[in-house]
């Protein structure tokens, strides 16, 4: 009877103590989580026109966390390196995008839903002209800073593709 009574409370107690854990798991991970990708040098394509000679940047951000949030900014801003903005380092340059292409800001962000903007190629280049990691980023309601994604000029990745010789 002992035995049984013992093996009970070690069911009920690491039961319990799973519990809580999944719990507080759960608290910290609620909320809007959102998903940033980038793509550069895109051109325009409107059936019936001339192509643009202007390249644009194209940034996606993907709500895929349990709450919505409200877009703010389109930001960009250059860190000397990875670890100042680990950091929270002052970045050496920032800026703001007022009117990031047809959706203007403050923008809804429901779950799963997604937002587009774009900016031209040849604004982003100026950031490239001096050293520096350059990431693209939107700031929104409940975050306490930007959510960014690093980007690098056109023509260089962060890394190669497998099998492609390195240079």
Avoid: C
Avoid at 43 to 65: A, C, F, K, W, Y
Avoid at 74 to 80: A, G
Avoid at 111 to 131: A, S
């Amino acid at each position: 009877m002992a035995l049984a009574t013992g093996v009970a409370a070690i069911i009920g107690a690491s039961t319990g103590v799973a519990s809580l854990g999944w719990q507080i798991f759960k608290h910290l991970k609620d909320g809007p989580v959102l998903r940033l990708s980038v793509s550069q040098g895109m051109e325009l394509i409107v059936p019936g026109r001339e192509p643009d000679d202007q390249l644009l940047t194209v940034v996606n951000v993907t709500n895929v966390g349990s709450q919505s949030t409200t877009l703010t900014h389109l930001i960009v801003e250059r860190y000397r390196n990875r670890f100042d903005r680990a950091l929270r380092r002052k970045p050496l340059a920032q800026g703001l995008v007022p009117r990031p292409g047809a959706m203007d800001f403050p923008h809804k962000l429901a779950v799963g839903d997604q937002w587009i903007g774009t900016m031209y190629q040849q604004d982003l280049d100026r950031y490239f002209t001096e050293k520096g990691h350059l990431y693209i980023g939107v700031y929104h309601t409940f975050g306490k800073r930007s959510r960014v994604v690093r980007i690098t000029p056109r023509g260089q990745s962060l890394k190669p593709y497998p099998g492609e010789p390195q240079s």
